[in-house]
């Protein structure tokens, strides 16, 4: 389960934004996207993120994934569009000489945290 691996990168990089504030804000969600070649399945993330943020700041946070589609771009007709199969092929001419684009992404993309009104504070 190469989620769990994920998910511990995650809450690093997410103990790392809270840790930006002094006192640490009570986060409420955090949001991620990930490319469809990474095959992450959500259950399996959302599970290892829950495991992983217990006893820290960043518990009972709700984890939202994000997943964007993998592209292929055919050299041989032009056709770009959305490849669903596990066999790359094209949508169009159904030639195998496609090229993909965006499936490697995986990144953290916003956090939504409370803030006091005191100190309204806000990530960049």
């Not at 569009?81 to 965006?102: K, M, N, Q, W, Y």
């Amino acid at each position: 389960m190469h989620e769990f691996g994920i998910a511990e990168e995650l809450v690093k990089a997410v103990m790392a934004e809270l840790g930006r504030f002094s006192p640490a804000p009570r986060l409420r969600r955090v949001r991620v996207v990930a490319g469809g070649l990474r095959q992450i399945v959500p259950d399996n993330l959302a599970f290892a993120y829950d495991v992983l943020t217990r006893d820290t700041p960043a518990a009972g946070s709700a984890l939202e994934i994000v997943t964007l589609p993998l592209v292929g771009v055919c050299t041989a007709c032009g056709w770009r569009g959305e490849l669903h199969d596990a066999v790359f092929h094209c949508g169009a001419c159904g030639a195998f000489t496609l090229r993909t684009e965006g499936g490697m992404a995986l990144y953290l993309d916003s956090l939504e945290i409370d803030t006091d009104d005191a100190t309204d504070q806000s990530l960049p």
